[in-house]
């Protein structure tokens, strides 16, 4: 399963856009894609802090780690919680912005 998340996010990136789906199914998977993209930002950090040998302590890295988290969860229960209520999720900061402007106005 090495390939796995690769072959999801071809999956999210491109099938919305070859099938005829809503706007709301093609503004969702574009989110969907966008937070996973920005995920690779903390990754690298944390890989660039560990290649330079950089022994922060604990107390700096774990808020750090606990951030990222929180915020991911944040916006996964938001986007749930919006789609179930019925309305489109197009609140999360910068993310939605692009997200509506990658899907176009269709």
């Known amino acids: 399963a090495p390939f796995l998340s690769i072959l999801l996010f071809v999956a999210f990136a491109l099938g919305p856009r070859l099938t005829d789906q809503s706007r709301e199914v093609r503004f969702n998977a574009q989110q969907a894609i966008l937070i996973d993209v920005s995920l690779i930002i903390p990754q690298l950090l944390g890989g660039a802090v560990a290649d330079a040998d950089a022994n922060l302590p604990r107390a700096v890295m774990e808020p750090c780690s606990n951030f990222v988290w929180f915020g991911l969860f944040s916006m996964v229960i938001y986007c749930v919680v919006s789609n179930l209520r019925g309305k489109t999720p197009n609140q999360i900061p ?10 176009g106005p269709f």
């Open 94 to 103: 910068f993310i939605s912005g692009a997200a509506d402007y990658a899907i």
